[in-house]
């Protein structure tokens, strides 16, 4: 498990990869993932997350299937559900999805530190993805996160695509909108 990247380069030349090559993650590189979203912040530290590991190719095939675009998952070396208590309960903090996004962020920068892709899958069959999941009552999966090393290793050096990302001026506003 040899980091190859400091910070920066990992948030700059991360893109998402959705071909993975037939290879297991190691256990350490797979816990490093884990930890990176355990060790995310939260709001008032709640840490209203629970991340499902799924290996097994036919449950990963499984998962495939709870979204339009989900079929990356079908080729992962690793899913990981993301779940939360409902964010669409009537007295859920908008804060849930925020801290949520903050851990899946941590999880996909540290793995591609290590040289390992990833890409969400937004589910869109809800009831589906709680059944294969086993999820108890009150408790939500909104994306499950592929992980695995790129089918093409040169997709982790990739120059980052033309026009990929709104330039800075578009975003950034001095003191007022
Ligand atoms: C909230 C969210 C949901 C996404 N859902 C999916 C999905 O269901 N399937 C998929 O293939 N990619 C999904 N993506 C990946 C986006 O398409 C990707 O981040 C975007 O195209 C930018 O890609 P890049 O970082 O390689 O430039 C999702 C990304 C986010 C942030």
Redesign the pocket.
């Known amino acids: 498990m040899e980091p190859a990247l400091g910070t920066w380069e990992a948030i700059d030349s991360?893109?998402?990869?959705?071909t993975f090559a037939d290879q297991p993650l190691e256990p350490a590189a797979l816990e490093r993932i884990l930890n990176a979203g355990r060790r995310a912040g939260s709001s008032k530290n709640l840490q209203r997350w629970a991340f499902i590991v799924c290996r097994d190719r036919e449950h990963l095939l499984e998962l495939s299937t709870i979204?339009?675009?989900?079929?990356?998952l079908a080729g992962a070396a690793v899913a990981v559900a993301l779940v939360t208590p409902d964010p669409r309960a009537e007295d859920a903090p908008l804060s849930i999805e925020f801290d949520l996004?903050r851990a899946?962020q941590n999880m996909v920068l540290a793995a591609w530190e290590l040289g390992i892709g990833s890409?969400?899958?937004?589910?869109y069959e809800h009831e589906r993805a709680a059944d294969l999941l086993g999820l108890p009552d009150g408790m939500h999966c909104?994306?499950v996160l592929s992980f695995g090393y790129p089918g093409d290793a040169s997709s982790l050096s990739a120059p980052?695509?033309a026009g990929?990302?709104r330039p800075l001026a578009e975003l950034i506003h001095a003191e007022r909108w």
């Open positions: 991360l893109r998402v990869v959705r979204g339009p675009w989900a079929g990356h996004g899946a890409v969400p899958a937004t589910v909104e994306y980052n695509r990929g990302r």
